[in-house]
């Protein structure tokens, strides 16, 4: 489903000179201290950052993102984040871990990923990429691992240290779980967090095996201290979770039991490609915690939509607007992807391992991980990319609609849109205060013309009003319409994205 060359060129012949770029880093929202952060509450009670709303987060991992395989060469990665529009990045891996994803501790820091060996400098290496996001209105997510330790370096000193702290060895992980029964531990864990916070000013973390394992309790313990320091910053699990306050999000949104009874739960998003996209955030299908199977589907207020990530075998987007656009970029979700999908980054070669600047291997089960970015292919692939960046624009343009969250996700603002192809993917609108954006998603192998009826009573646009419907991807004006439908063409793999608003 990828864009054919005269789609794109009719598509760039409108806003765009031949060749221009999209900047989208003046359309993003800025960052805003903690002191001027409003905490917003759930329906539970729950207060989350209001900075959350506006996320798009991408994960990079820190050794082949990077010009020289270090935190320092990251610069322009964070430029090409913002010029996309996005506004959130998650560092990959744990930055007191190895090139791989190993976890020393979380007392330790790594000289391989900060470039520097001396403590002092190592602190000031992440703090400075942390100022430089934030220069960019940038949030940073570093990564922290709550298994145990890997038996490398700082993990092993620890068990000899505190014995007490850690239980049986693992090897699939290659190091020892934590006794996180132990109250000590808990403490210690809890404090490093609070001391990377503090020595960094991270916004947030995300919290690899989260809940699972130590469950929430030093979690909660950082974030409360670091509220009370007036820190207003953000947990991700990345397991499915209750939330319970203490996770503001979570990495994997998917969970199900299957007919075995047992819980699953989806790592990569292609699901709103296979079921109705409306009816599963209506009903809060498979949207449930891991850690609490009883509580009602769907009914948290924040969820993710994670096209990839690390653990991802390939890229899912592959150059298909629909993928990156129809699921994740305009529906009521957090849009979190791995580097690259909005480029088409595909790795060069499959092979059982794949070669890394420190010449260890990486398991061909994460060759998005293992694949060095290849940034060259951007410009291969810039007409994709443009696509994408234009998808992130009108998302930033219209955040009245875009990034409204209430109180349960059951309640977005999103209603089915009827079209006269009834057979291919659900259309649907997102709208909110008498205007709504009609997402038209034409996942066949051939241009089609639509016929589209706007949702009028479900979209709350009132009756026996001239609404002028724009073709948002094209720029330019596609009807004028008064309680009824109008008539668009649409190639084929791609979507329609129509503005429909009071005529003046």
């Known amino acids: 489903m990828k864009r054919t060359a005269p789609f794109f060129a009719a598509l760039f012949a409108g806003s765009l000179l031949a060749g221009a770029a999209i900047d989208n880093s003046a359309l993003m929202p800025p960052y805003k201290p903690d002191a001027e952060v409003v905490m917003e509450k759930d329906a539970e009670g729950g207060e989350t950052p209001d900075w959350i709303k506006s996320l798009i987060i991408v994960e990079l991992r820190i050794h082949s993102a990077s010009t020289d395989g270090t935190v320092k060469g990251l610069l322009p990665a964070l430029d090409h984040l913002a010029e996309m529009g996005v506004n959130g990045v998650w560092l990959t891996p744990p930055i007191n871990g190895g090139n791989g994803y190993g976890n020393f501790g979380i007392h330790t820091l790594s000289p391989l990923l900060t470039g520097e060996k001396n403590p002092v400098k190592q602190w000031q290496v992440l703090r400075n990429f ?63 967090l609070v001391e990377w916070f503090l020595m960094t000013g991270v916004d947030g973390f995300r919290c690899d095996c989260a809940p699972n394992y130590s469950g929430f309790g030093p979690f ?128 060069r070669f499959f092979v059982d391992y794949f070669y890394r600047r420190d010449k260890h291997p990486v398991p061909k089960k994460w060759r998005l991980y293992g694949n060095v970015i290849d940034w060259a292919q951007k410009e291969e692939n810039r007409d994709f990319f443009e696509l994408v960046k234009k998808m992130i624009r009108i998302r930033r343009q219209h955040p009245e609609i875009f990034e409204y969250f209430p109180g349960s996700h059951r309640d977005s603002n999103i209603c089915k849109v009827a079209t006269d192809r009834p057979g291919l993917l659900q259309a649907y609108a997102r709208f909110r205060n008498g205007r709504a954006v009609l997402i038209v998603p034409n996942n066949t192998e051939k241009a089609e013309r639509f016929r589209i009826t706007i949702p009028f009573r479900e979209a709350e646009l009132a009756a026996g009003k001239t609404y002028r419907v724009t073709d948002l991807l094209e720029d330019r004006t596609a009807a004028e319409v008064r309680n009824g439908s109008f008539e668009a063409e649409i190639a084929a793999g791609q979507l329609g994205v129509f503005l429909v608003a009071p005529a003046e």
């Open 220 to 347: 909660e313990t950082a974030k409360k201290r670091m509220r009370s320091f007036g820190r207003k910053v953000v947990f991700m699990a990345e397991w499915t979770s209750s939330g319970k306050n203490v996770f503001d999000l979570d990495q994997l949104t998917f969970c199900f039991t299957d007919a075995k009874g047992k819980r699953r739960t989806h790592w990569v998003g292609d699901v709103y490609l296979k079921k109705n996209i409306v009816d599963m955030v209506r009903s809060g299908e498979e949207l449930r915690a891991w850690d609490d199977m009883e509580r009602e589907p769907g009914t948290k207020r924040f969820y993710t939509y994670m096209l990839s990530c690390h653990d991802s075998d390939h890229y899912i987007v592959k150059g298909s607007p629909i993928t990156i656009g129809y699921q994740a970029i305009f529906a009521p979700f957090i849009p979190l992807w791995y580097v690259g999908e909005e480029w088409d980054n595909a790795p």
């Open 130 to 192: 942390v100022d430089e996001a934030h220069k960019r209105n940038i949030r940073v997510f570093f990564d922290v691992v709550n298994w145990g330790a890997t038996k490398h370096e700082g993990g092993s000193r620890l068990l000899k240290e505190k014995p007490e702290w850690f239980g049986e060895y693992f090897a699939p992980y290659a190091g020892w779980f934590f006794n996180w029964e132990n109250r000590e531990l808990n403490e210690w864990f809890s404090s490093r």
